[in-house]
């Protein structure tokens, strides 16, 4: 299993329980996001751009399936020459979370193309935004569409955007759509299915992602939340269980199932470059 969505808790530095904890219960990499930028509602304690960088690709270092990603607030000012220094020093990708803009902002937009030009994913938080402020409006997959307009970004959106589950399905048909259309150029949206969702929607969840008919099986990801620096491996054990248990029950082959726990992942991160052929979503006029 690879952990997409693991987020860091203290600025403390490595702990090696981390990969013993992940080992445990067959777990041999993860995504990790760094600390928060300082304009985040949670940065209690606000930690300067190199120090939530060097903290994070400490955590990453000499391991082969710890992929750092940093969490990038687009609006800063030095924006760009962050994602330039981040590329230079080895960073996996991004982690946005867009808490007070659209995703449309223009000065956002600007930013993914940077990030695209530089062959780099991009991790989004969606669904309704847990921060104590107006700002899940912003986070809604339809947000998201503008993402069509740069070519080759490849975004994952976090929680199955819960509760806009089926906003982030079609929309993921609508990328699909684009993208088998012009495999070469298009934008590719991932779903990260980090709950997100509570446990009552989970089948549902699961059930409609693969038997919508969409060709997604390349493009879905098992993530946690949890935190590297305090991984909760009985909770964690239990979505994988939970979400195994349904994989099977709905049928997905050992392949597919795989793929979700961990290949796609690898494919989100460029890694994979194996050209993944789509299948165009069926309408009445193909
Ligand atoms: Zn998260």
Redesign the pocket.
Known sequence: MIDC?V?LKTAVGRETDFKVNLSGICGQGAII?SLPPATFFTSRQKYPFIQRLNNVLEWCKDEKDFYPFFWLDPLEEEALKQIEICCSRGIAGF?I?CDRFSPSHETAMEVFRFIAAKGKPVLF?SGILWDGKVSSKYNRPLEFECLLEIPKLRFAL??VSWPWCDEAIALYGKFLNAFALNPKNSAEMFIDT?PGTPVIYRQEVLEKLYKVGYDLENNVMF?T?SYADEYNCPWVEEWLARDKEILVSSGLSDEQIDKYFGDNVRRFLGIDQSVIEKKLPLAGLN
């Open positions: 969505h987020h996001l982690k979370i938080h976090a929680h980090t993530g939340d």
